[in-house]
């Protein structure tokens, strides 16, 4: 497959913010990105060898054969608010595209690329600039999902955090919210539940009043039909403000959205690299 990401990546630290991208120390914010980007190409790139044992000198040969994808991780900034220059890892693993949008309508941007991309790629994503993918079968269970139920049903996963603290080792994030915030764009009383057999087990998903992962992964199938309606990129904030719209309000008014429920809640999640709020509770 071919995959291509789109990143918004914006840190100008201010006082009393509480998004990440001004609250959080400019080292945490590397690491997190770091692991953005390497880990898109750890877990879906072609750069993976298998070392050979056979010779007295060890050597590592490609994998003939294995699934591994063609990977395309675009970064979006705004201005020189950004810590690309901070990073250690090479400049080829990802593109920088510097835009002139305001810093908080990065989103957008990522969007007018995904746009323009249209008909090349086979999965088109989008990443807050602090999530990580750590399950190398993350888009198997999204095709699977898509075969199953089509396209007008999407799937999101299950963010979370870790810790060492041996009270909350692990903290899902995105639990309930306010019912007016969603509720405008989103009927989660229709069709509220799906099931699919996946290696044995029953997987359960529903839909939630809070659809909000920080990111979404769409087909082609689903990126054009969202790219042809009257919304598209309109720049409307409406669902909480424009990170999180950026992320979901478009999602949410074009496709059911469903994530895992609790007794499947790891079935697909993705991780929050900057474990800010289950810090909170240690």
Not at 39 to 47: D, L, N
Not at 203 to 213: A, D, E, T, V, Y
Request: contains cysteine; aromatic residues 12%; hydrophobic residues 40%.
């Amino acid at each position: 497959m071919k995959l291509l990401f789109t990143v918004p990546h914006f840190y100008k630290p201010l006082d009393g913010i509480e998004y990440g991208s001004s609250s959080s120390s400019g080292q945490s914010r590397i690491d997190a990105l770091s692991k953005l980007i390497l880990g898109i190409h750890q877990q879906f790139g072609a750069r993976v060898r298998e070392m050979n044992m056979e010779l007295a000198d060890l050597t590592a040969a490609p994998i003939l054969g294995g699934n591994f994808h063609e990977v395309s991780i675009l970064i979006c900034t705004t201005g020189g608010n950004h810590l690309l220059d901070h990073l250690t890892i090479p400049q080829y693993l990802y593109e920088h595209c510097p835009t002139q949008a305001q810093d908080n309508m990065l989103g957008f941007e990522c969007h007018r690329i995904l746009e323009e991309r249209l008909g090349i790629y086979d999965y088109y994503c989008f990443l807050e600039d602090d999530l990580v993918i750590l399950d190398s079968q993350f888009f198997e269970k999204l095709r699977q999902f898509n075969h199953v139920f089509g396209p007008e049903n999407l799937l999101q996963p299950n963010r979370y955090e870790l810790s060492a603290n041996t009270h909350y080792m692990k903290l899902y994030l995105d639990g309930r919210i306010l019912p007016n915030l969603s509720k405008p764009f989103q009927e989660i009383m229709q069709q509220p539940t799906l099931q699919m057999p996946v290696a044995g087990s029953l997987i359960k998903f529903q839909r939630r009043g809070n659809p909000h992962s920080g990111c979404f992964f769409l087909n082609q199938e689903q990126m054009q039909f969202w790219a042809r309606m009257p919304y598209f990129r309109d720049g409307d904030t409406s669902f909480v403000g424009p990170l999180e719209s950026a992320a979901s309000l478009g999602i949410m008014k074009t496709f059911r959205v469903y994530k895992p429920v609790a007794e499947s809640i790891n079935f697909l999640e993705i991780l929050h690299g900057d474990p800010r709020f289950i810090q909170r509770l240690e």
